[in-house]
């Protein structure tokens, strides 16, 4: 799925978040999502770090999840009126939370899909 984010402004996400709604058939989607997934890679990184992440602040989106499997790394940026703050972030066995998805995320357990939701 893309995403139009700005005009003639295409995005390919990892993993996308739609706000509530009718269901998405299309393959474009205008406008942002809630959270959208960035897993950095050495070839990707400078451009999930920089580009996409000043195109998702402008066009806001709400949370802006870095993961770096590589240095077992896991950042969450929240958008603000100042634009993305860093609101979680966690290191190796840490744990992060969304605030939107009111999601807690154990970085151990990320890659066995332990990811469980806070009441």
Do not use: H
């Not at 896991?74 to 100042?82: A, D, H, P, S």
């Amino acid at each position: 799925m893309k995403v139009l984010l700005e005009e003639r402004k295409y995005t390919a996400q990892d993993f996308e978040r739609l706000p509530e709604g009718p269901p998405y058939y299309q393959l474009i989607v205008e406008g942002p999502p809630d959270v959208v997934v960035g897993i950095l890679s050495p070839s990707t990184a400078y451009y999930d770090l920089i580009v996409k992440k000043e195109v998702y602040e402008r066009a806001g989106v709400n949370e802006y999840w870095l993961l770096d499997p590589n240095s077992k790394t896991f950042e969450i940026y929240k958008n603000t009126e100042e634009g993305f703050k860093l609101s979680s972030q966690a290191r190796e066995n840490g744990k992060v939370l969304s605030e939107i998805l009111s999601l807690e995320v154990d970085l151990k357990d990320i890659y066995e899909g332990g990811m469980q939701r806070c009441n």
